[in-house]
C-alpha cells in the first residue's frame, strides 16, 4: 500500500485573494500565485517516499464564478511546476449535498481506491475545518497550516509553515 500526503489547495498551495472584504479562491489564472516553498516541499516529501494529491473544493464553478477552462488552466501550473502524482476536485456546492465537497470524505477516498492507500498511514495538510473533518471522516492525520482566519479552529496538530509537514514523516 502507498502513503499519500493530501493538500487542500487554495490558501495551502497557493495564494487566496482578497476580494468582497475576504479572503478566496482565485477566479482568473492571472490571480492564480503558488506560495514559493511549495515546490520544494512536496519534491522532499515526494523523497520520503508519500504520494502528493490535491484534494480541493471548487464550489465557484457550481456558482457560475469560474470557468472549467480556468480551473483547468490553474490545474495544468501546478502539475507543471509541482511534483503531483494527482488532483481531486468536487465541482459542486454545499447544495448539491455530494459524496465529494469536503467535509465529507469522498475526495480522499476516491484517491485511496485509485492508489491503493494506506489511510492511516497518510497525512493532510488543510486550511479549514472541512479539510479538518475529511481528513477525519477519512481516517488521516491532519494538520491546520496556521492562517490568520483560522486561529478560532480548535485542533490538535498546528503547523506555522507547510515546510513543518516534512519534520511529522518517516
Known amino acids: 500500500m502507498n502513503s499519500a500526503v493530501f493538500f487542500d ?28 516553498e511549495v515546490m520544494d516541499v512536496m519534491s ?10 490535491i484534494v480541493s473544493n471548487q464550489p465557484d464553478i457550481a456558482r457560475g464564478n469560474l470557468e472549467k ?35 465529507a470524505p469522498g475526495l480522499l477516498l476516491h484517491a485511496h481506491e485509485k492508489w491503493d492507500l494506506d489511510l492511516a498511514c497518510s497525512f493532510m495538510v488543510g486550511d479549514t475545518a472541512r479539510d479538518f473533518e475529511a ?16 486561529k478560532a479552529l480548535q ?8 515546510r513543518d509537514i516534512i519534520g511529522f514523516l518517516e
Not at 487566496?16 to 506560495?35: A, H, K, N, W, Y
Not at 522532499?44 to 494529491?53: E, R, T
Not at 485542533?155 to 507547510?162: H, K, Q
Open 9 to 36: 489547495r487554495d490558501g495551502v498551495l497557493n495564494e487566496l485573494v482578497s476580494r468582497d472584504g475576504g479572503f478566496f479562491s482565485p477566479r482568473t489564472v492571472e490571480d492564480f500565485q503558488i506560495f514559493p
Open 44 to 53: 522532499q516529501i515526494k523523497s520520503k517516499g508519500y504520494l502528493c494529491i
Open 69 to 103: 477552462s480556468e480551473l483547468r488552466s490553474m490545474t495544468r501550473i501546478l502539475s507543471s511546476t509541482l511534483d503531483l502524482d494527482d488532483v481531486f476536485y468536487c465541482l459542486h456546492d454545499d447544495s448539491d449535498e455530494c459524496d465529494c465537497r469536503k467535509p
Open 135 to 150: 481528513a477525519q471522516e477519512a481516517g488521516v492525520e491532519f494538520y491546520l497550516l496556521d492562517r490568520t482566519y483560522n
Open 155 to 162: 485542533v490538535e496538530n498546528r503547523i506555522d509553515s507547510l
